[in-house]
DNA sequence: GCCGTTTTCGGCCCGACTGTTTTCAGTCG
């Protein structure tokens, strides 16, 4: 646990007071005393300044931090860790704080589970699940039992695909053996896929001059005379070597999809050629044609050239040999952002934060869209009045909408009378997830009936990694749309992505409109804008599919 | 455990939903 030589940053700290939370919750303490280490965990982990060199009179003038907590965070910043985490930790077995990430499993479940049946693991648990033995349980039941089951279920599925985020990291971790602009991030990656399963990297640099510098950053699992695979952190990365010359089709081929290239083949080899990383064949008389650039090898097979994220064979090859690909939305396209939370609800941004946020952007505006559960109808009037003053003083205009609740019986989170007055709503589903089909959709369409509801959020639901999308029926969900006017959201968060890339294609063919929104709970993540864009552009999207592409006299008219 | 006092103890963010103990506790966002 000690680390000699090194000071413990924020976030070690924040993580031993997290996982101390944790165990005081198995342990079945006092939620409150569980709470306030949760509280400090995250003030420590937001300061902007190190924590580690602080005396204890300074440490507890942060909000959160008392004489206890200070106390330990300079036992941590001196040794790593604090005894009383380690007491607690010895009393408990290892592998039962990880039985706290399954859904429906919280604390105090947790505490019952291992004091009453002795679970110490998910095998354990899968066990009780199978025997009956949880609704037995005081204070348990069937339903409960089953609600743990399918937690167990979705626990499993964890796909270990990186999120972009997390792949932005490990590219990072990488990008700093290479030198400028002699490395390209390939593959799925490039492709703007919304999750990444293996990083592929192309660089045009001498193999053996970078083959050290490679294992200094991971561990080596495979190696050849054109590539080095590599683990880095858990993840698998893939460094293709190429020549500046040949850049051209090793940049395809990394690229992919697998699909595509079949497809692109077909077409080269009708030409008397053969597609392969150094260049194009002729199958004639086994000459290699190389090329610097992707641009010159669709060109020297008389095509238009594809956009990265258009090459998942589904009809783009066609439509370039006919020089009629979709002109893509681009970021640049982008007037403003649709779906942003402030510190009136549960986001960590005030209204000025906002604004300025939309001014660094060049924004024309940004809709303020805090959760109808929240903010009451009476502080909703007052936010208005204070998006009326913070607008005075920023070039980009805070819109007042709202993102409503559509409650689990299909009614929304506000009357009628209140949804009027604002600019834009969002209508989402935060609750009732494990509804069926049928139930779940009609929802949905009900809210999208409402003549104030402009958009439906996260239409999903899903979760990248965490929860699977709830069981609604997109097509009819598409369809009612297009027959309502009512936009469909393409969340940006990276942990969110939704609608998936296929169901955008869809919404686009129906005559659906699409709302770009990052969903912003802190002024950073206006940048995710990026990645919702790029799904738009896997989706086929031009920039009228996406009305945040409208200025704002259009996309009020749009709305009202 | 922290905080703010009506200064030494009582309240802690909160609303929706779910399941169960059918009135409240746990989970989630």
């Not at 947790?110 to 049946?117: A, E, N, S, T």
């Not at 009628?416 to 949905?444: E, M, P, Y």
């Not at 029926?473 to 749309?481: G, I, Q």
Request: glycine share 10%.
């Amino acid at each position: 646990m000690e680390t000699p030589g090194r000071q413990a940053t924020n976030r070690d700290i924040a993580e031993r007071l997290a996982f101390m939370a944790r165990l005081l919750g198995i342990a079945g303490e006092d939620r409150y005393r569980l709470a306030a280490y949760e509280r400090a965990a995250r003030q420590i982990d937001r300061l902007s300044f190190p924590v580690a060199g602080l005396d204890e009179e300074e440490l507890t003038r942060i909000p959160g931090i008392g004489d206890r907590i200070a106390g330990q965070i300079h036992e941590i910043a001196a040794t790593g860790t604090f005894g009383e985490l380690v007491g607690l930790q010895a009393t408990l077995p290892g592998s039962l704080v990880e039985l706290l990430d399954i859904p429906g499993v919280g604390p105090r479940t947790l505490h019952v589970l291992y004091k009453r049946l002795g679970i110490q693991s998910l095998d354990d648990l899968e066990q009780a699940v199978k025997g009956h033995r949880i609704r037995a349980l005081p204070g348990f039941g069937a339903k409960k039992e089953r609600a743990i089951s399918r937690g167990i279920r979705q626990f499993r599925q964890r796909s270990d695909r990186m999120t972009r985020p997390q792949a932005d990291g490990v590219l990072a971790s990488v990008a700093a053996l290479f030198m400028d602009g002699e490395y390209v991030a390939a593959g799925s990656y490039r492709r703007g896929s919304s999750t990444i399963g293996r990083l592929e990297i192309v660089a045009a640099e001498d193999r053996d001059a970078l083959a050290d510098h490679l294992s200094s950053a991971g561990t080596v699992t495979r190696e050849s005379a054109e590539r080095i695979s590599l683990s880095v952190a858990g993840a698998e990365v893939n460094v293709r070597f190429t020549e500046t010359g040949r850049c051209g089709t090793a940049l395809l081929c990394a690229t992919g999809s697998c699909g595509f290239l079949a497809r692109l083949g077909e077409v080269a080899f009708a030409r008397g050629y053969r597609l392969g990383p150094d260049g194009l064949q002729d199958t004639s008389n086994g000459r290699l044609h190389t090329f610097s650039s992707e641009e010159e090898v669709f060109s020297f097979l008389g095509m238009a050239a594809i956009p990265p994220e258009l090459r998942e064979d589904r009809g783009e090859i066609d439509l370039a040999l006919q020089n009629a690909l979709p002109d893509l939305v681009d970021l640049s396209d982008v007037r403003g952002d649709l779906h942003a939370h402030t510190t009136w609800s549960d986001g960590r941004q005030s209204l000025d934060n906002v604004a300025e946020a939309g001014d660094a952007r060049g924004y024309e505006y940004i809709v303020i869209t805090d959760h109808s559960s929240r903010v009451r109808p009476e502080a909703l009037a007052k936010q208005q009045a204070e998006i009326e003053r913070t607008n005075r003083r920023h070039t980009c205009r805070l819109l007042a909408g709202s993102e409503v609740d559509i409650k689990s019986d299909g009614t929304l989170g506000y009357e009628n009378r209140v949804l009027a007055d604002l600019d834009v709503v969002i209508a989402s589903v935060h609750s009732g997830f494990a509804q069926d089909q049928d139930v779940l959709t009609r929802r949905v369409l009900t809210a999208m009936e409402n003549e104030h509801v402009d958009i439906v959020g996260h239409p999903t639901g899903r979760l990248i990694g965490r929860r699977p999308a709830y069981a609604v029926d997109l097509l009819r969900v598409m369809k009612h749309a297009a027959e309502t006017g009512t936009a469909l959201e393409i969340n940006a968060s990276p942990h969110r992505l939704d609608l998936e890339d296929i169901y955008i294609w869809h919404a686009k063919k129906e005559g659906v409109k699409l709302a770009a929104g990052t969903d912003a709970h802190r002024s950073g993540e206006f940048a995710n804008m990026r990645y919702g864009i790029l799904l738009a552009r896997r989706g086929w999207c031009t920039p009228d599919d996406i009305i945040n592409t409208l200025s704002l006299s259009a996309l009020l008219e749009w709305a009202s």
